[in-house]
């Protein structure tokens, strides 16, 4: 019988503990549950970055502010080139594109401008660019 | 004498076998369990092929360029295969996404397709992103043809012929594409770095080898110090060969783990052998200044002075990304200051600056910041030695 209520005078010592561990059990289970549950439909978006260098044209603008919907714009400072060369090694950003000068116009005129984009090799991301 | 007190220093050095567990070995048996836990991290980067459900119905059977289209992306003999398909009824295909065996399924309904998901993700915002590109593409299409046959009528031509105006038109779309142009690096590996922090560690590890030959000739430090002291030898010359004989040991170890992450765990370095060497060189004595730097100017018992030494290297290496890359990307975009005073970063920042980087300029920062270091270290060290006197000991 001692050793009966001796257990619940230590389980009262440590109710503190106790409630403690019983709560972080409860709101990770409540939190497990109610983020599996799903009702809308979100993209997945990659991180990128956007070297515009035909700043004056309607349809880049218009480009990429198309981007801009598709991925989120990361805020680095795109003439530190070794800042973002080391972000996309890091997997800070998924891509970089670089809009050629007169890309607007040149889209325009039939002349088949190239943009050139630099990938951290993560194809799930690279195949963003592929389909736009 | 400082041949004389080289060779014995390298002598004792090999002989002591827990140091050269923690040097030679050490390194080594991480390398390898770094490679167990990491070798498959990345491939999970590589998109692979995923399995959809079309739901096979009438609607769909009307729907002629969603199934040329789905054909060719499930096309096995096309690199570019995106989806495996499964053509099954609604039911099975409901059934399918509760089992996981699928990303999500197409339903067509008057016309208009509907995707139905389970959770969203990247494979399901790509799936939604080519049904917009066909639905995209299919009205373009339709809408150019027309107006095209408009035309035709217009002019009062009737006698036109539909197809080659679908083919023109698909002609002039596909000739009107932006091409994209890929300069990526072809080093892109992130875990290599957690090899150059291996590296870097073993070379910080080398400072336990500086750190015991100092102390070796200490006098407050051992019962050999003692004698040494006493010895009419001139101090300057039993520290700089005890220092050097402690470099050539850690050299030895620190050239076995080169060779065997290159050829045993392939790690990719680049192809500058020579920058590579150079930094290990450096690198090594960056962590030899240090050990004898502990060992000269805390005034605290040998195991104290270890201590030290691998709690001030473990707290480097973690800095250094030894325990997750990102932490070092994090540190060099908002403090870069801390990875620049960082001998275990700056190592593995050259190694990693040589595999990504085609120009030089921040290796050879970090060689120059590595030197500071040293320089830094040996000075205050001997500061700290000269004409040391024991009234007591």
């Given at each position: ?30 939190f497990n549950t109610t983020s599996g ?5 979100e993209a997945t978006k990659p991180d ?85 | ?313 473990m707290f480097f290496s973690v800095l ?74």
């Amino acid at each position: 019988m001692i050793i009966f209520s001796t257990v619940f005078k230590i389980l009262n010592k440590l109710k503190g503990n106790l409630i403690l561990y019983t709560v972080i059990l409860l709101a990770i289970t409540l939190f497990n549950t109610t983020s599996g549950n799903m009702n809308h439909y979100e993209a997945t978006k990659p991180d990128i970055l956007i070297v515009n260098k035909d700043q004056n044209n309607e349809i880049t603008k218009g480009f990429v502010s198309y981007l801009k919907e598709q991925a989120i714009l990361k805020d680095i400072d795109i003439n530190d080139q070794e800042k973002v060369d080391d972000a996309l090694f890091y997997r800070d950003i998924s891509y970089v594109v670089y809009i050629p000068e007169n890309f607007g116009d040149d889209l325009v005129n039939d002349k088949n401008p190239t943009i050139e984009y630099k990938s951290n090799g993560n194809e799930k991301c690279i195949f963003y660019p592929n389909v736009n | 004498m400082f041949i004389h007190n080289l060779k014995y220093t390298v002598k004792i050095l090999f002989k002591n076998k827990v140091l050269i567990f923690w040097m030679f070995a050490f390194p080594i048996i991480l390398g390898i369990f770094f490679h167990m836990a990491f070798e498959n991290i990345e491939k999970d980067e590589a998109l692979q092929v995923f399995d959809i459900a079309v739901i096979d119905n009438k609607e769909y059977q009307n729907q002629t360029i969603y199934q040329e289209t789905f054909k060719e992306l499930s096309d096995k003999k096309n690199k570019d295969q995106l989806f495996h398909i499964h053509y099954v009824n609604k039911k099975e295909a409901e059934q399918l996404l509760e089992d996981n065996e699928i990303e999500g399924y197409v339903l067509f309904n008057k016309q208009e397709p509907q995707i139905v998901i389970k959770e969203n993700g990247m494979e399901q915002t790509i799936l939604q992103f080519v049904m917009d590109e066909i639905k995209q593409n299919k009205r373009m299409i339709e809408d150019l043809t027309k107006k095209q046959i408009e035309d035709e009528i217009q002019q009062g031509n009737y006698n036109f012929n539909v197809q080659q105006i679908v083919h023109d038109i698909l002609q002039k779309l596909n000739n009107q594409e932006v091409s994209l142009k890929d300069t990526s690096s072809s080093h892109l590996s992130y875990m290599q770095i957690e090899y150059y922090t291996l590296i870097a560690m073993a070379c910080m590890y080398g400072g336990m080898l500086g750190l015991t030959a100092i102390n070796n000739q200490l006098a407050n430090m051992s019962a050999k110090g003692k004698r040494v002291s006493v010895s009419p030898n001139k101090k300057g010359i039993l520290v700089l060969s005890s220092a050097l004989g402690s470099y050539l040991v850690s050299l030895v170890g620190l050239a076995i783990l080169l060779i065997f992450l290159k050829f045993g765990l392939n790690v990719e370095f680049g192809s500058q052998w020579l920058y590579i060497i150079i930094l290990s060189l450096v690198g090594d004595l960056a962590g030899i200044s240090m050990g004898i730097f502990i060992a000269s100017v805390f005034r605290v018992s040998e195991q104290a002075k270890t201590g030290i030494n691998i709690a001030i290297s473990m707290f480097f290496s973690v800095l250094s990304g030894m325990m997750g890359v990102t932490l070092k990307y994090v540190i060099d975009k908002n403090i870069p200051i801390v990875n620049l005073i960082n001998p275990n970063n700056l190592i593995t920042d050259g190694f990693y600056a040589l595999y990504y980087y085609n120009t030089f300029n921040r290796y050879i920062r970090d060689i120059c910041c590595l030197g500071i270091f040293i320089i830094v270290c040996l000075f205050i060290s001997f500061r700290a030695l000269r004409r040391e006197q024991y009234d007591y000991i």
